[in-house]
């Protein structure tokens, strides 16, 4: 059977449009307009009490990206089954597009100047990866996943995008495409001990790979390690993060009220350490409230995922639940001093643009796979969903 004839369907009872709205997961909806409304509070917090420069323009994205979140949502999920190849590839031509007329920020050339927004391609790669391996893996019998031969393609769907990413450079988003991709072959059903082979082989290249570092990278890893070492230049960040998640307490110092934050002694307030300007300002009692919004989205995710009674729609709101969290736990992490400082941002609670597109894009199609979650999509191979 062709590839292309996997998008035959069985016979299933359409849904109408109106149908489709009633079986919407509400729930999950509400948890992310939740979710956008402490963003935008923070945001304004971080203006020192002012829509400008970021909270207003975060609001009309977000307005944006909800109208694109419900688009998503109530196209059927065989359309984005058929599109998931293309998606894949215009995505991968925006990464060789920045090589080209990309624009240089902070050091790095990972943006295209749109005139309305500066779209960074490698955070949409993010959400159409999943799609490409969730259209791959659900093609491919439990049987043939265990031969190596039908592993090429998807490392090679993998590796693509992780070496365009890592040349502009952008060592973050590299490791994360890298662990997305690693999740889902996972979840496909590839052994274990393959992954453990890769680990092996991949600790043992870390002397080879450190000599390919640039030296601001290689100052990262060295500052993670030691951030005392130079309190005032490369290990600034960390330590002024630190200083304002403990200054906060249990209850933190009050909305409006964070000194690290309004006197600029923490840096990227709006963006990487935003977490760090909440936990100040509501302590420890805040922090533990965003994380648990944050936990019952992931559940919803997986849950969604679950009861997805094909293949592809398993896979898919797998891959982009999984993409959510390592958002969640790297930025976190990183603004503790846990991992090395790699500018990953916190989803709707962080400003950025094309963060937010992708955020909300990925979670129209976790809603679309929740509304169709009894469509069947043929699949090759001995069994079927």
Known sequence: MSVLSDITLRRNPEL?????????????VLLICLLAAVGLAMLYSAASGAWEPWALRQAVRFGGGVVLMFAAALIDIRFWFRLAYPVYFAALGLLGLVEVMGTVGMGAQRWINLGVIQLQP??????????????YFH????????????????????G????LVLKQPDLGTAGMLLMIGGALFLAAGVRWWKFLL????????????????????KKRVLTFLDPESDPLGSGYHILQSKIALGSGGLFGKGYL??????????????TDFIFTMLAEEWGMVGGLALLLLFFLVFVYGFAIALRSRNQ??????????????LYVFINIAMVMGLVPVVGVPLPLISYGGTVMLATM???GLLLSVSIHRDLRIPRRGPRED
């Open 16 to 28: 109408t449009l109106g149908r489709k709205i009633w079986h919407l997961n509400w729930g999950l």
């Open 122 to 135: 490698s955070e949409l790669m993010k959400v159409a990866l999943v799609l490409a391996l969730a259209r």
């Open 139 to 158: 093609g491919v019998s439990y049987a043939d996943i265990g031969r190596p031969g039908y592993l090429l393609v998807p490392l090679v769907l993998v």
């Open 160 to 163: 693509a995008p992780a070496l």
């Open 198 to 217: 890769l680990a092996v082989a991949g600790g043992a290249a870390v002397p080879i790979a450190w000599n390919f570092l640039r030296e601001y990278q």
């Open 257 to 270: 009220q964070g000194t690290q934050s309004h006197l600029n002694f923490l840096p990227e307030k709006q």
């Open 312 to 325: 592809f729609g398993r896979l898919l709101a797998m891959g982009l639940t999984i993409n959510l969290f």
């Open 361 to 363: 894009i990925g979670f």
